[in-house]
């Protein structure tokens, strides 16, 4: 985005530009259903037809004037796939997703200190930081592929962590496994109190 802005620079040294990635009050999944990135899916992310969900949005706000691109189609159809695979019944119809019963929501936005409802927590299975069934059960996903960006492969080679090794778990670890990533989001004492709720679910 920064060689975006470079580009726009260069074409009017007099303009002004600002970039947002998840960094302020910006509704990006609309502004991309507008400028024809993809369709609001029935399970709230913006969908492409060449690359399916699996990306990332950015925002560059620009006071040059640029041609845009129009809507596409939405092509979910009559797929509910979605709806049908999440196991909290967090979408609750097409298009619409209740945040109170989105495991993403309790495991990665909510403060630490507030305790994750028994709803939720019988259906998080291994779900520690976030859900992603809506999107791994997307057909469209099916053209995604694997990104070549180092910074989205697993860190050491590690995709999993034992339950006991977060619990176990310093600060100063946390801040070191997790730095510049967004587990950091949730804080240790949010990826604790999410296993804590797994374990006493499980007992």
């Not at 999440?86 to 019963?101: L, R």
């Not at 070191?176 to 604790?192: D, M, N, W, Y």
Request: hydrophobic fraction near 35%.
């Amino acid at each position: 985005m920064q060689e975006i802005v470079t580009v726009l620079e260069n074409m009017n040294p007099m303009s002004q530009h600002k970039i947002y990635v998840d960094t302020g009050p910006i509704s990006e999944k609309q502004w991309a259903r507008k400028a024809g990135i993809g369709w609001q899916g029935k399970n709230s992310n913006i969908i492409s037809r060449e690359i399916g969900s699996w990306f990332f949005l950015g925002v560059i706000i620009t006071t040059i004037p640029l041609e845009y691109d129009a809507p596409i189609e939405d092509y979910c159809g009559t797929c509910t796939a979605c709806l049908d695979a999440c196991p909290t019944s967090a979408i609750i119809e097409p298009y619409k997703v209740d945040a109170n019963k989105c495991i993403s929501y309790w495991t990665i936005e909510a403060k630490p200190e507030k305790e994750i409802p028994p709803d939720i927590s019988k259906h998080m299975e291994q779900w520690i930081y976030g859900c992603d069934i809506c999107q791994d059960i997307c057909p469209w996903n099916r053209f995604a592929s694997e990104s070549s960006q180092e910074e989205f492969h697993p860190r050491n080679m590690e995709t999993t962590m034992s339950f006991q090794t977060i619990l176990n778990m310093k600060q100063e670890d946390f801040s070191e496994r997790f730095r510049k990533s967004p587990v950091k989001r949730t804080k240790l004492a949010g990826l604790q109190r999410n296993v804590h709720a797994l374990i006493r679910h499980e007992e």
